[in-house]
T-cell receptor, first 116, second 115 residues
Framework: AQTVTQSQPEMSVQEAETVTLSCTYD???????LFWYKQPPSRQMILVIR??????QNATENRFSVNFQKAAKSFSLKISDSQLGDTAMYFC?????????????FGKGTRLSVIA | EPEVTQTPSHQVTQMGQEVILRCVPI?????FYWYRQILGQKVEFLVS????????KSEIFDDQFSVERPDGSNFTLKIRSTKLEDSAMYFC?????????????FGQGTRLTVV
């Protein structure tokens, strides 16, 4: 079974600064997908960024980027130029790569507070 | 932009009562999911649904739970006899599927409170 671990329950960052959220996972699969989801106070789950394990290049989406280290099974999220609207719970998630789709396995989340 | 919609946003029910949580997935999506999140805890998978049948379910999804796609647009989760521990946020999600790893779009959730 796959597991996802987020070791930082809470973090805070000053507005405009950079913050990195950690995620490690355990799997015996070679092909899989990794995701970061954001859950603001409204509670809706919003996809932030996605990484395919077979791609060596780290995914980026505007101010969000990942550091994917496949051998170390590490998938951290970097948020640059933090904004107040980035305040949310952030969940790291894993999905096996099989035909069709498989469920997401989530970590426990990191609560990020951006401070003005 | 298409979105997953869930109703109601909040439901309060007596222990032992049946509840039905409703979801309208994105229209061209093929895979449908229910997840739950007990307050302060991580999001947990309940069940996935494809081609009008359950494709995968977790240990949480016992005989008290059932899912249905009654009319080709709605996707429902029924809890037959609610327990206090069923109190949680329930999220519906859908994805296009195909090659796998496609983005799951989540609804805004239904907060279920069992009293």
């Amino acid at each position: 079974a796959q597991t996802v671990t987020q070791s930082q329950p809470e973090m805070s960052v000053q507005e405009a600064e950079t913050v990195t959220l950690s995620c490690t996972y355990d799997t015996s699969e070679n092909n899989y997908y990794l995701f970061w989801y954001k859950q603001p106070p409204s509670r809706q789950m919003i996809l932030v960024i996605r990484q395919e394990a077979y791609k060596q290049q780290n995914a980026t989406e505007n101010r969000f980027s990942v550091n994917f280290q496949k051998a170390a099974k590490s998938f951290s999220l970097k948020i640059s130029d933090s904004q107040l609207g980035d305040t949310a719970m952030y969940f790291c998630a894993f999905m096996k790569h099989v035909a069709g789709n498989t469920p997401l396995v989530f970590g426990k989340g990191t609560r990020l507070s951006v401070i003005a | 932009e298409p979105e997953v919609t869930q109703t109601p946003s909040h439901q309060v029910t007596q222990m032992g009562q049946e509840v039905i949580l409703r979801c309208v997935p994105i229209s061209n999506h093929l895979y449908f999911y229910w997840y739950r999140q007990i307050l302060g805890q991580k999001v947990e998978f309940l069940v996935s649904f494809y081609n009008n049948e359950i494709s995968e379910k977790s240990e949480i999804f016992d005989d008290q739970f059932s899912v249905e796609r009654p009319d080709g647009s709605n996707f429902t989760l029924k809890i037959r006899s609610t327990k206090l521990e069923d109190s949680a946020m329930y999220f519906c999600a859908s994805s296009l599927g195909g090659q796998g790893g496609t983005e799951a779009f989540f609804g805004q959730g239904t907060r279920l409170t069992v009293v």
